[in-house]
């Protein structure tokens, strides 16, 4: 089974700033990395898909980076809106697929 | 635009079998583009693949639940549909359905139903 970790599981920014979040697998998959952003009460949202492309409509202040087992998520400059909890998933194993714990992002 | 619904009933007892079903509206389920999914959330937890179904019936899940899942479709209604057996309340989660693009991403979710397992 490809295991997911994500760092930090929290963090604290402020309007503005850049913020970045990461995801390793537990071995190489590629460019085999997906984002969502899943904001409390609401089902997750695509944000990222291939590791960098940018899922249509989405800002372009998200941004990703990667390949192999480390994988970046940033935020050029954090927006009030952009409060929510950040997941990674692997498709490398497809048809079997497994989430990262999640990164919460919060205002300082 | 595809848009998703979950249906079914909130409350599980132990042991008995928690039945969930997607209505899939704004396009066909007979979709080559598409799998169906299924993926779940425990209160305050993370996000946990369950399963997936393509329009012809091949079905995949996860190994941590398969012996306790079917996932089927029923393409006259445009519906999918999810079992879990021999619940506990470890299976108490926010169900989702989704849909899993063949590249191997979900794009379109519904809302999500809460399913408590409570004697």
């Known amino acids: 089974d490809i295991q997911m970790t994500q760092s930090p599981s929290s963090l604290s920014a402020s309007v503005g700033d850049r913020v970045t979040v990461t995801c390793r697998a537990s071995?190489?998959?590629?460019?085999?990395l997906n984002w969502y952003q899943q904001k409390p009460g609401k089902a997750p949202k695509l944000l990222i898909y291939?590791?960098?492309s940018l899922q249509s409509g989405v800002p372009s202040r998200f941004s990703g980076s990667g390949s192999g087992t480390d994988f970046t998520l940033t935020i050029s400059s954090l927006q009030p809106e952009d409060l929510a909890t950040y997941y990674c998933?692997?498709?490398?194993?497809?048809?079997?697929?497994?989430f990262g714990p999640g990164t919460k992002v919060d205002l300082k | 635009q595809l848009q998703l619904q979950e249906s079914g009933p909130g409350l599980a007892k132990p042991s008995e079998t928690l039945s969930l079903t997607c209505s899939v509206s704004?396009?066909?389920?007979?979709?080559?583009?598409?799998?169906w999914a299924w993926i779940r959330q425990p209160p305050g937890k993370g996000l946990e693949w369950i399963g997936s179904?393509?329009?012809?019936?091949?079905?995949y899940y996860s190994p941590s639940l398969k012996s306790r899942v079917t996932i089927s479709v029923d393409t006259s209604k445009n519906q999918f549909s999810l079992k879990l057996s021999s619940v506990t309340v470890a299976d108490t989660a926010v169900y989702y359905c989704?849909?899993?693009?063949?590249?191997?991403?979900?794009?379109?979710w519904g809302q999500g139903t809460l399913v408590t397992v409570s004697s």
């Open positions: 989704a849909t899993l693009d063949t590249r191997g991403w979900f794009d379109y």
């Open positions: 704004g396009g066909s389920i007979n979709r080559s583009r598409y799998y």
């Open positions: 179904i393509y329009y012809s019936g091949s079905t």
């Open positions: 071995q190489s998959i590629s460019k085999y």
């Open positions: 291939a590791a960098s």
């Open positions: 998933q692997q498709s490398y194993s497809t048809p079997l697929f497994t």
